[in-house]
């Protein structure tokens, strides 16, 4: 798929170039996250295979009819989508074709599913008004004796079972939750229409074995093995809105986090001794 080619400016005086109008720098953008999601798509459906090397940049660049900085900026996209990785002196390597999730920033299943031009889908299995146990009130920070609303739900891509989700509300948030209809597709947005949002929240990730309402909804084997995600969202405040566990069929997903030697406490200690 050939892309309109980049034009170079040239510059208008002897002193410096002149300033890109905000338009190009649009344009650029849009450019580099046209080859992205090319890559991806072609990724996805298996088109370089598990383990396949991308073209060169050279290539690709010749390929989409743009600069090898543009094919640099769609590369770093996808390997930030833990899509690919690269070493020194080799071209790109493809990971997999699991979709993949991002922790580089908070988004809802359905917003990350549209970003992936998945159809996301949601359907209530039950929901359930009961006294939060102990280890509910220590998460949402509640006082003893306060009830809890309980929604478990299946999770489809474009059609297809992918995951369990089981989320704990506090009443604030779990008594708009019961009010929606059990197809309704993201409960985020519309909490976020009750001034209620998600702005900060802690993953664990680790792997369970498959009980008999996880292979009841996911057509899955009862003890097989689920890829868990625990999940703690707060408000602007600090205030819990959510305590979650998301299990989701292997193959289906893989998760993504970005780290920085630069924000470590071991590097902020080195910097001190200097």
């Known amino acids: 798929m050939a892309l309109e080619p980049e034009r170079p400016q040239a510059p208008s005086g002897p002193e410096a170039p002149r300033a890109r109008p905000a338009t190009e720098d649009r344009a650029a953008g849009a450019l580099y996250r046209k080859v992205a999601a090319d890559l991806r798509e072609a990724i996805t459906t298996g088109a370089y295979g598990e383990a396949g090397r991308l073209p060169a940049e050279g290539a690709l660049a010749e390929q989409y009819g743009v600069s090898r900085g543009t094919v640099r900026q769609a590369l770093a996209v996808l390997r930030s989508d833990g899509l690919v990785t690269s070493r020194r002196g080799t071209r790109r390597v493809v990971l997999g074709t699991a979709r993949v999730q991002s922790f580089s920033e908070l988004l809802s299943f359905t917003h990350w599913a549209y970003s992936m031009g998945e159809e996301p889908g949601g359907i209530l299995d039950s929901l359930v008004r009961r006294p939060a146990d102990a280890a ?139």
């Open 136 to 274: 509910e009130r220590e998460q949402l920070r509640l006082e003893p004796g306060s009830e809890v609303y309980v929604t478990v739900r299946l999770r489809t891509l474009s059609g297809t079972p992918v995951m369990v989700e089981r989320t704990i509300y506090p009443p604030r948030v779990g008594e708009i939750v019961a009010q929606l209809p059990p197809d309704v597709v993201s409960h985020t947005e519309v909490l976020r229409e009750h001034g209620i949002l998600f702005t900060d929240a802690d993953h664990t990730i680790d792997v369970v074995a498959a009980n008999a309402e996880d292979a009841r909804l996911l057509g899955c084997r009862r003890g097989g093995p689920l890829l868990r995600e625990r999940r703690r969202t707060t408000d602007p405040t600090g205030t819990p809105v959510e305590w979650s566990q998301d299990r989701y069929l292997p193959g289906t997903v893989a998760f993504s986090v970005h780290n920085s030697l630069a924000t470590s406490a071991l590097s902020r200690h080195a910097r001190e001794q200097d």
